[in-house]
């Protein structure tokens, strides 16, 4: 009876961690992609000023013509 009571004990606990384990893969999971995410934000917005300055430029030399 005890050697069975320290079982499901160890049982208990390996399935606590075991579920503390797939939180915090589920979470890291989750911040994965929202770092992908604004990744691709931060990237896109960088293209964009990239191609405006370039635009700009254009610009100011087709006015000075």
């Known amino acids: ?8 004990s160890f049982a ?8 503390t384990m797939e939180a ?3 979470n890291i999971r989750k911040k994965s992609i ?3 995410r604004l990744e691709r934000r931060m ?3 960088a ?3 990239e191609m405006l300055e370039i635009i ?3 610009e100011a030399i ?3 013509r």
Do not use: F
Request: aromatic content about 0%.
């Open 1 to 8: 009876m005890l050697e069975e009571a320290a079982m499901e």
């Open 34 to 36: 929202q770092l992908s």
């Open 12 to 19: 208990s606990e390996n399935a606590a961690r075991l579920h």
């Open 24 to 26: 915090a893969h589920e």
């Open 47 to 49: 293209v964009t000023a």
């Open 56 to 58: 700009g430029g254009a």
């Open 62 to 64: 087709r006015h000075r």
């Open 43 to 45: 990237h896109q917005e």
